[in-house]
């Protein structure tokens, strides 16, 4: 779903030169959707505005934070669709935490 919608970036190179661009082969429509989605979600979910505020420290452009975004919302959509369960933002969180995710660091205080 990630390479079909145009989220996943493709990567090019030739001889010693290497450059991530984004998909252009793919569902327009469908990789609009997904964006808007991602940068929707920065307004309700916490882990999603700490993943975003990552990527642009580390100097990604609006656009690709954004689709970074949605790469990792597609897996948890994805997850929640496979195991026919709803999406639950404090569950996802916990994982985090367990995980000791570099995203934590990001995350607004409540």
Same mark, same amino acid.
């Given at each position: @779903?990630?390479? %079909?919608? /145009?989220?996943?970036?493709?990567?090019?190179?030739?001889?010693?030169?290497?450059?991530?661009? =984004?998909?252009?082969?793919?569902?327009?429509?469908?990789?609009?959707?997904?964006?808007?989605?991602?940068?929707?979600?920065?307004?309700?979910?916490?882990?999603?505005?700490?993943?975003?505020? @990552?990527?642009? %420290?580390? /100097?990604?452009h609006h656009h690709a934070a954004l689709?970074?975004?949605?790469?990792?919302?597609? =897996?948890?959509?994805f997850r929640c669709w496979k195991s026919?369960?709803?999406?639950d933002e404090a569950r996802y969180l916990?994982?985090?935490?367990?995980?000791?995710?570099?995203?934590?660091?990001?995350?607004?205080?409540?």
């Amino acid at each position: @779903m990630q390479t %079909a919608s /145009g989220i996943a970036p493709i990567t090019v190179q030739s001889g010693k030169s290497r450059a991530t661009r =984004r998909r252009r082969a793919c569902a327009k429509f469908v990789r609009q959707t997904f964006h808007e989605f991602a940068e929707h979600s920065l307004k309700t979910c916490s882990w999603a505005l700490a993943c975003y505020r @990552m990527h642009r %420290a580390r /100097g990604l452009h609006h656009h690709a934070a954004l689709r970074s975004l949605a790469f990792k919302w597609i =897996r948890v959509l994805f997850r929640c669709w496979k195991s026919r369960t709803t999406y639950d933002e404090a569950r996802y969180l916990e994982a985090l935490k367990r995980t000791q995710f570099s995203r934590l660091a990001y995350l607004p205080e409540v």
